[in-house]
């Protein structure tokens, strides 16, 4: 792999992290199959690229993009709780009926964002290339997400959330309105998601309406990667694992894009088999210790001197003639 494909891979994992991390609060967190997420991620690149040609300041760009994720969340999670819509079905229609939101807002199915300022221009006027702003605006989007999530999980409100998802008849017995918290979560992850829509967008230079397409499978794979490689002990771990994995992610893709026969058009299919290989390596992993502890056990056993006689005459046992 050459030089610039490496560390443009590790600003896209960077940057992409941002929705891995709104995966994983409706993956691992809430327990919540949202389908959403193909939907604001393009959500959140139409709106800041619609904002930016209108004038707007891309840092407030790309605030507004993640009031209108947060929306997006607020229905999902409105059709699940209060209309009693199973959450795969309702994150489906979300899903569906952002598409045409999608092209309203943009008005044609592709906005490019030549010539115009983003939240990557700062780093630029510095000298700095395309790649490296990225990297830089990754890495402190990353940071500054992570802090706020393991702050708002470590209060009360935080400790509510996980617990709807970790076991809602149980927290629903203390008192605690679950349909609120279901919904706060729903909200909290797709306004991540559509900031790493809009962030996405403004280092691609362009929004489009099909580039939600599989974002899904991203997430997951980037929260799978990252969980069974570095583990899922506290939530500030498993924050900066699902950041580890998103980049070993994309350094998997670049990798196998760069092999001869491969197109760029292989990348959905890329995905699902790198993901299709993250869900079973838990299984894997398992059956691997499994058979390293029998083997450690028959090699313990065997090591165990055998009993003579006379040590069995200073046990006190009877030796058979």
Known sequence: MSPSSFFGAISQGLLWSVLAMGVYITYRILDFADLTTEGSFPLGAAVAAKYILSGYNPIAATFIAMGYGLLAGLITGFLNTKLKIPGLLSGILVMTGLYS???????????????????????SDMGMTNTRAAMILGIITAVVVILLLWALFSTELGFAIRATGNNPHMIRALGVNTD??????????????????????????????????????????????????????????????????????????????????????????????????????????????????????????????????????????????
């Open 101 to 123: 939101i999608n092209l309203r807002i943009m008005g044609k199915a592709n906005l490019p964002l030549l010539k115009q300022p983003t939240v990557l221009t700062f780093f």
């Open 180 to 321: 609120f918290m279901t919904m706060l979560g729903l909200m909290l992850s797709n306004a991540l998601i559509s900031l790493a829509g809009a962030l996405i967008a403004q280092y691609n230079g362009f929004a489009d309406v099909g580039m939600g397409t599989g974002t899904i499978v991203i997430g997951l794979a980037s929260v799978i990667i990252g969980e069974v490689l570095f583990g899922r002990t506290t939530v500030v771990r498993s924050l900066f694992s699902v950041v580890c994995g998103s980049i070993l992610y994309r350094l998997i893709i670049a990798a196998a894009l760069e092999r001869r026969g491969f197109q760029p058009t292989d990348l959905k299919l890329l995905s699902s088999i790198v993901l299709a290989v993250c869900l079973s390596l838990p299984l894997v992993k398992e059956k691997y210790n499994r058979i390293v502890n029998r083997k450690n056990k028959v090699k313990e056993s065997s090591q165990e001197p055998s009993l003579t006689k006379d040590d069995t005459l200073l046990k006190g046992g009877n030796p058979s003639c």
